[in-house]
């Protein structure tokens, strides 16, 4: 999978992709990156690529022309094109999916009060929201979505270890233990040492529920639904 960022601030991209598991991905070419600077696009001698908004209002917008050079430089064919933003929909796991069935995506990283709605009319397929706060950097919101989708692509990392966490069949993940048994007074949980991988499975399976019903009751109660559901069909 081909990610294509544009960007006014290179920088934090080019070290996510030089790191750790992101750059056993890129090495073994499972991922492929490039980064565009949207700077390199201005057409006037400062390289201007904000400006105050129409009808008044606080702070910048990023100008629609720059932005349109940069995108119109990358390879239209295949592309799909994101928009992170806090007015978007959700990232979720169906959400990630499906962007996972592109080739490639196109991920325009905002800065200032955003950018100018005729890009987004123009250009964008998906604008996307990584939660109900607002970041200053458009670069970290690009980078949540590129590291929530590639690590489902497959040869990144096992399937075990997908299937197993947080929010696969709508639970939250248990909790991990690695040596020592005994860290400041606190014991592992006897049963994980017990070697019964049946009753290890079905504790850990209690504690994602239990977890799930303390800190996300909207989640258990639509498992609890969907368990109640399935039982109701066999
Ligand atoms: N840019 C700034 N805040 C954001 C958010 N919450 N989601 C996506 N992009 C953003």
């Avoid at 565009?36 to 990023?62: E, Q, S």
């Avoid at 940069?70 to 499906?98: F, N």
Wanted: aromatic share 8%; net charge negative; proline share 5%.
């Amino acid at each position: 999978m081909k990610f294509t960022l544009l960007t006014l601030f290179p920088e934090p991209i080019e070290a996510y992709f030089a790191s750790s598991i992101m750059a056993r991905a890129v090495q073994k070419g499972l991922v492929d990156y490039r980064c565009v600077n949207i700077r390199d696009f201005a057409a006037d001698a400062h390289r201007t690529c904000d400006d105050a908004p129409y009808g008044g209002g606080a702070g910048m917008v990023l100008k629609a022309e720059p932005l349109a050079a940069a995108l119109d430089s990358v390879a239209a064919d295949s592309r799909h094109t994101v928009y992170p933003t806090p007015s978007g929909s959700p990232l979720s796991t169906a959400l990630i999916e499906r962007l996972c069935g592109h080739n490639e995506l196109v991920l325009i990283c905002g800065r200032y009060e955003g950018i100018d709605q005729r890009i987004i009319d123009l250009y964008v397929d998906d604008e996307v929201s990584i939660g109900d706060y607002v970041l200053s950097s458009g670069e970290l919101a690009a980078l949540v979505i590129v590291d929530a989708l590639y690590r489902h692509l497959d040869g990144v990392i096992t399937r075990e270890s997908l299937e197993e966490e947080s929010f696969q069949d709508g639970l939250l993940e248990y909790p991990h233990y690695t040596r020592p048994e005994v860290f400041r007074c606190r014991e592992v949980p006897p049963i994980l040492l017990s070697g019964h991988h049946e009753r290890i499975r079905e504790w850990r399976m209690q504690q994602r529920i239990e977890k799930t019903r303390r800190v996300r009751p909207d989640l258990y109660e639509a498992w609890q639904s969907r368990t109640a559901g399935d039982e109701h069909k066999e």
